[in-house]
């Protein structure tokens, strides 16, 4: 799996998921600087959590106007999978890769913590390592997590399956565990190809079992079974 | 010329900020407070000095970056 | 004789002659006033007046601490650069070392707790990266006033999200800390920051200018009218119109430091710096003396070059500043345009700004005018040192347990101690520090020290941890002195740890008061004593004085940043006893002390008697033991016994591991029930040994002559200690859980 | 009775929300835009119709709560 990881001025865990890709796929991604005028073709595009450019206006806004955002854009829509993680997310909701805005966390704060997860459908590139109804358990750490879309959009979303994680307690139970205020406790969504996964969590940060456990490993094995 | 950009989040869109902030207050003993939001407040000075030219560059401004018009409105003011 | 002594610097437009007030509000006294007078031979310029305040301020000069802190060890063969340079440096092996210093940002803080505490988490980063180190870890040590206090919530808040959101930006977790409240911190509270980082040992960057001619270069932010006298700023002590001050806090801006942070590494990958010293307090002027002294050389300055944020600014303004997100770099010649090239590819300004020249002379110009020469050697080593005088405080007389009343149920008197502002979960502050980014913490926040996983080492890790018991230190400043060290070295050794080296961030009140002199010189000598006996040199520190409103001192607060290396990391182990079956082994001796315990204070209400005592032989001796046995991976989970002793501690084992645990005390405890539950006698561990290995674990502690207790075992859902208390885990949870966020949830 | 606070930092105080705005709309292509500072905007509903005692009262809502006085200073503006 040839795969590359977008770094912007302020992204910070390019390092963490590119680890955890060469983990999964024996390979390093290239790491793109987002200044660099050409994106290498490759089967996967990592957009990685942060703070791009201090994220200070609007999580996300500013990142999402660079031209290399457009590039990833226009490969999108082509096919090209894209994994797009905590501010990562932020961006591609903003230039509308995937459905629905990021918002600051209900109570506030920045929240670092590990989170109990359900994982709403197996059937994409990026969960068919896990089964439907699965819990797992990964890290989230943002400010401004708090999913929202409107009812339409909701309804869309849900009606197509393109939930693709909710927040959940140990047992499941998904009107529980929400640590950001996120509507119907939803952590991360797909396109309507699914073949763009946007998500707060970190699966990157538990793919050891040392260092947060192993519980978001299987995201990248997927990646690295189906993209070869 | 100097302009100044109001963003504030649509009506229906929750807004955790001010909320906290009327709780707050009310803690704090002022009960007569109501509903508070929360909004963004730009100035920006501008080497323009055609007032429709400014106008029309802000509103590109707050529709490609300043506002996420999902969820945000945005109000543009010439001040001088 | 150079041209500036025949022409006498050039005046600034309105500048006002130097009068005894001037002098005063600079915080030079009439003495030192006198001492400026012989090192110039004239009367200073308004910006040579500047200089000499910062640089003879107490935060730079460290002018009543300097004869003291000379008595600190700061030696060992794997110390590579100990105090005086930016941060301390250690050999971590693998060819690797571990760069780290611990700062306060105290009285900023207080003025404005989000930015103070922000900006004091940015200092101690470029203090760290700096010298050629990726930071890996944050570390805060935070006291505050009364929880009643009016102010506390508020500052609590501010500093908490200051902290994480500085550090979140950059990327760097913050894994531990400790934080305490008390009403000695009402007007003061305390903010320490510490950063960790690694570097490659044959690749440590220095401050000491070098080469002739060689170019002077400002990197980082612009240059604006912040926190001008900041340093004299963290000098003064408090007083009402401490209100008037206030303009003076800076604003950080982590983008901009995690964006410099990429490009001073990046430049330090070639070999273009000669030399390179962050803009901390006194910005530019401290920086650049710290340069040119340590090299030797003199500096010549056009002011006028500095990347200016506003109009108007002048040289007075521009060498006090304390922008943030600065630094100051010596090039090899010709290496300019390389340099420039990787910070504006980072967006960050770059100006050569001067050169170094053979007049140890710091020449500053305004567009070509010299508006100051001073000398530079005098600056530093005629810089006033003062042996303040001192009384040292008595040792208490001895309160004996049997005294002190039982608590009349000792199931809520636990309740209540693991429910308290002091022993109550901290997770409401750390979940607002990221403190999983980089993918290495191996143990989180919440239980003795960090593990964190050193990048490119071979599957090491560093221990990292923060202590200080401030009420030790006020009834006894050496026994607290010593204590603080030993409870750091003890920290990292109950994760398994080797212990190496630490850092000090010295916090007391007004040292021109003998008693706080005397706290000060006491704790000193106490961390002397204990660095020097368990071989755990200070290799970098901070000292923050007059912490002292209206006449009211802090507790004396010498907090210890502690940093150990394991070979292996998936040898370490935390508090959790989480499986059933573990056999819980009591290390040391337990005799029952209650003077100045958390029992005492929090359960009885008495805040008396002498601190525990601290045998710093047996501490080592009970330590290395400790160690041996986590590292031969016969313990599941180790403990160390601090604050609220063996209640408290099994508390916390049973809470983080989610199991029950049952204990007997033993029939020959030697003390009262209470005592032995309670008592903080030093040197002492709970592990839970695997149950195989349990009798070995035994035999071979009596081999070393290490007290061990054979206490009972994990398992069940309560904490049991049999027949004087039974709470179930999850009470002790939900209680321990409580506190915290229910007081913060009502913000001001 | 509506109002409207405005709180924007002093002048002097660095405002890196605003120097990072201005950057980004320089290189989405509006090179005519100077300055930026960025401040807060909020709406609150107030059970009160006296004029002078709402001003007063918000005043020290201001200053208690809304704004940092030590690096913000704030504009108060009654509505309705
Ligand atoms: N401000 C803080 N930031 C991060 N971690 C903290 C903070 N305050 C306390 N902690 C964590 O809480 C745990 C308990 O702290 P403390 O009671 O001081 O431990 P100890 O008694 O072992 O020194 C430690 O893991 C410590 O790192
Ligand atoms: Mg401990």
Redesign the interface.
């Known amino acids: 799996m040839k795969s590359a990881v977008l770094v912007f001025p302020g992204t910070n865990r390019e390092t963490d998921i590119a680890g955890a890709i060469e983990r999964s796929a024996g390979i390093k991604p290239h790491m793109v600087w987002h200044g660099d005028s050409d994106l290498p073709k490759v089967d996967l595009i990592v957009v990685a959590g942060g703070f791009s450019y201090g994220d200070y206006?609007?999580c996300g806004?500013?990142a999402a106007?660079s031209p290399i955002m457009r590039e990833v854009k226009a490969r999108a829509e082509k096919g090209v999978p894209v994994l797009a993680v905590c501010n990562g997310f932020q961006i591609a909701a903003?230039i509308g890769l995937v459905p629905g805005?990021l918002?600051?966390?209900?109570?506030?704060q920045f929240v670092c913590s590990d989170v109990n997860l359900k994982v709403e459908s197996s059937q994409s590139l990026f969960t068919h390592r896990y089964q439907a109804g699965q819990v797992i358990r990964v890290p989230v750490a943002h400010a401004e997590g708090?999913y929202?879309a409107d009812d339409d959009t909701l309804k869309r979303l849900e009606d197509r399956g393109q939930v693709a994680f909710r927040y959940c307690d140990s047992t499941g139970d998904v009107t529980a565990g929400n640590p950001n205020?996120s509507i119907r406790n939803i952590a991360g969504v797909f396109n309507d190809t699914k073949t763009v996964l946007g998500m707060m969590p970190h699966p990157e940060n538990a793919t050891e079992a040392l260092f947060g456990g192993t519980d978001g490993k299987p995201l990248f094995d997927a990646l690295a079974a189906a993209l070869v | 010329m100097k302009a100044r950009v109001?963003v504030?989040l649509k009506t229906g869109?929750?807004d955790?900020?001010?909320k906290?902030?009327?709780n707050?207050?009310h803690?704090?003993g002022?009960?007569?407070?109501?509903?508070?939001?929360?909004?963004?407040?730009?100035?920006?000075?501008?080497?323009?000095t055609d007032a429709d030219r400014a106008k029309s560059?802000l509103d590109?401004?707050c529709r490609?970056?300043?506002a996420?018009t999902?969820?945000e409105n945005y109000r543009i003011e010439l001040v001088s | 004789m150079t041209t500036w002594e025949q022409n006498p610097p050039v005046k600034l437009p309105n500048e006002p002659a130097i009068t005894p007030q001037i002098v005063a509000e600079h915080g030079l006294s009439p003495d030192e006033y006198q001492r400026v007078l012989k090192i110039m031979g004239r009367e200073p310029t308004m910006v040579e007046l500047g200089v000499f305040s910062a640089m003879w301020s107490e935060h730079c000069s460290y002018k009543s601490s300097k004869v003291w802190l000379k008595k600190l060890p700061t030696e060992a063969p794997w110390v590579i650069q100990g105090p005086g340079e930016n941060a301390g440096v250690i050999d971590i092996g693998d060819g690797q070392a571990a760069i780290f210093k611990m700062e306060s940002h105290n009285h900023p803080s207080y003025i404005e707790p989000y930015q103070g505490a922000a900006t004091g988490v940015g200092g101690i980063l470029r203090d760290v990266f700096t010298m050629g180190a990726r930071p890996i870890a944050n570390v805060n040590a935070l006291r505050f006033g009364d929880p009643e206090h009016p102010k506390t919530r508020h500052l609590v808040g501010g500093v908490v999200a200051g902290i994480g959101g500085y550090g979140n930006c950059m990327g760097i977790p913050t894994v531990a800390g400790e934080t305490s409240f008390h009403r000695a911190y009402n007007e003061n509270c305390l903010v320490n920051a510490m950063t960790v980082g690694i570097a490659r040992a044959d690749r440590i960057f220095y401050a000491a200018a070098a080469g002739l001619g060689n170019p002077v270069v400002y990197v980082g932010s612009k240059t604006g009218r912040d926190g001008i006298h900041g340093a004299t700023m963290a000098s003064a002590e408090f007083t009402e119109d401490s209100e008037s001050k206030r303009p003076t806090v800076q604003v950080g801006d982590p983008f901009v430091e995690k964006l410099l942070l990429e490009a001073c590494l990046e430049l330090m990958e070639t070999d273009a710096i000669v030399a390179i010293q962050d803009m901390g307090a006194a910005g530019l002027t401290s920086s650049s003396f710290e340069m040119a002294d340590k090299g030797g050389l003199g500096l010549e300055i056009a002011l006028d070059k500095v990347p200016m944020r506003e109009t108007g600014m002048n040289p007075y303004e521009l060498m006090l500043s304390e922008s943030q997100e600065r630094m100051l770099m010596v090039l090899k010649p010709g290496r300019e345009d390389e340099a420039r090239r990787i910070f504006e590819k980072w967006e960050l300004d770059f100006a050569v700004i001067g050169r170094l020249t053979d007049t140890r002379r710091m020449v500053l110009r305004w567009y070509g005018d010299v508006v100051a020469s001073i000398p530079i050697p005098p600056v530093v080593t005629e810089a006033p040192v003062y042996e303040r005088p001192w009384t040292a405080t008595p040792l208490p007389p001895a309160l004996d347990a049997a005294t002190i009343a039982p608590p009349k149920d000792y199931a809520d008197a636990l309740l209540q101690l693991v429910g308290s502002p002091d022993q109550c979960s901290k997770a409401w502050i750390w979940r607002q520090y990221d403190h999983l980014i980089m993918g290495n913490t191996a143990i989180r926040p919440g239980g003795d020290a960090a593990v964190v996983r050193v990048p490119d080492g071979n599957g090491k890790a560093l221990a990292i941890t923060s202590d200080c018991t401030p009420r030790y230190c006020q009834a006894h400043p050496e026994t607290g002195g010593r204590q603080a060290v030993a409870e750091a070295w003890r920290n990292l050794t109950a994760v398994g740890a080797t212990p190496l080296a630490c850092t000090d961030n010295m916090n007391f009140g007004n040292p021109q008061k003998p008693e706080i002199m005397g706290q000060f010189a006491g704790c000193t000598m106490g961390m002397a004593e204990a660095c020097t006996t368990l071989a755990f040199p200070i290799v970098s520190g901070n000292v923050s004085l007059y912490n002292e409103t209206q006449g009211r001192g802090i507790l004396p607060t010498p907090v210890i940043g502690g940093v150990g290396v394991m070979k292996d990391v998936t040898r370490c182990v935390d508090i959790a006893t989480r499986e059933a079956g573990l056999v819980l082994v009591l290390i040391g001796e337990t005799r029952g002390h209650l003077g100045q315990s958390i029992y005492l204070r929090d359960i009885q209400g008495r805040e008396d008697g002498p601190p525990p005592p601290v045998d710093l032989t047996v501490e080592k001796r009970n330590g290395d033991f400790v160690r041996s046995q986590i590292q031969a991976g016969h313990v599941a989970a180790c403990h160390d016994l601090s604050d609220g002793g063996l209640a408290i501690a099994l508390a916390e084992m049973a809470m983080a591991g989610g199991t029950g645990l049952t204990i007997a005390i033993p029939e020959d405890a030697g003390c009262p029930v209470h005592a032995y539950l309670f008592g903080e006698d030093q040197g002492r561990y709970v592990m839970a040994v695997r149950p195989a290995v349990a009798d070995a674990v035994l035999a071979s502690a009596a081999a070393a002559k290490v007290p061990a207790t054979r206490l009972g075992s994990s398992g069940g859902a309560a904490l049991t200690v049999e027949g004087v208390l039974a709470i179930s885990v999850a009470d002790l949870r939900r209680t321990h859980e409580a506190w915290l966020p229910a007081y913060m949830e009502?913000?001001?």
């Not at chain 1, 918002?103 to 506030?108: E, Q, S």
Request: net charge positive; charged share 25%.
């Open positions: 206006l609007r806004a500013m106007h903003e805005v918002m600051r966390n209900a109570h506030l708090n929202f205020g | 109001h504030t869109v929750l955790p900020q001010g906290a902030i009327g707050a207050l803690r704090l002022f009960p007569e407070v109501g509903d508070v939001r929360q909004g963004k407040f730009i100035e920006l000075e501008l080497a323009e560059r590109e401004m490609k970056l300043l996420n999902v969820i | 009502v913000r001001s």
